[in-house]
């Protein structure tokens, strides 16, 4: 299968900036889209920003402006800068990523994997 690993969390005060990476491992084949979810104590797990194999990305309306997914295909790894960081940003932050990997028995299967998620904590 295919792991996600996420680093760069942590806490912050309010007005300040983190990175956030995630590398993905296994027997890749391609990574079609990655992503960052986030979900703070109570609420449902909501989109934070994604990014295409391409480059094209999309980004909650909360983050806008704010927030920078990028991608670095040939390490397989996905970021998320974050700036003038909000109380209200503060979650675990899950990166996710589908695309296809070759199985034990060496054919090509689809992968849907999620990280374990790293803390994001912004004080006020």
């Known amino acids: 299968q295919v792991q996600l690993v996420e680093s760069g969390g942590g806490l912050v005060q309010a007005g300040g900036s983190l990175r956030l990476s995630c590398a993905a491992s296994g027997s890749i084949f391609s990574i079609n889209a990655m992503g960052w979810y986030r979900q703070a104590p109570g609420k449902q797990r909501e989109l934070v920003a994604a990014i295409t194999s391409g480059g094209s990305t999309n980004y909650a309306d909360s983050v806008k402006g704010r927030f920078t997914i990028s991608r670095d295909n040939a390490k397989n790894t996905v970021y998320l800068q974050m700036n003038s960081l909000k109380p209200e940003d503060t979650a675990a932050y899950l990166c996710?990523?589908?695309?296809?990997?070759?199985?034990?028995?060496?054919?090509?299967?689809?992968?849907?994997?999620w990280g374990q998620g790293t803390q994001v904590a912004v004080s006020s």
């Open positions: 996710n990523a589908g695309g296809r990997y070759f199985s034990t028995n060496g054919y090509l299967s689809n992968f849907n994997s």
